[in-house]
């Protein structure tokens, strides 16, 4: 019997860049911008979109002055662009209710 890969094979090392990649992929889903394939739309769960940008914020404020100019530069294009991706989907929430 052949057996699988072992657990964690395959899998990238685990860096900044890869948890602030999976908190905003829960942030976009939570948005309604980004969904599996064929998956039908869904309401957006505002709470939750928020709770990951703060995540993310939370992350930035910890790590001042440790971080590279690469990784302070993702942190802050990644939460201004979920912060406006927010803003868009909040205002559109709004004006259909």
């Known amino acids: ?7 964690g094979e395959g899998l990238p090392r685990g860096d900044l ?6 908190l905003t ?9 980004l969904r599996m394939k064929g998956e039908e739309p869904h309401e957006p769960d505002l709470e939750l979109a928020r709770y990951n940008i703060d995540m993310l914020q939370v992350l930035e404020d ?26 868009s989907v909040a205002n559109q929430a709004a004006t259909q209710q």
């Open 17 to 22: 860049s890869g948890l602030v990649s999976m």
């Open 62 to 87: 910890k790590t001042k002055g440790n971080l590279s100019p690469e990784e302070q530069q993702l942190l802050k294009n990644t939460l201004s662009d979920l912060r406006m991706g927010y803003v």
């Open 25 to 33: 992929t829960q942030a976009l889903f939570a948005l309604g911008l």
């Open 1 to 7: 019997m052949k057996e699988g890969p072992k657990r």
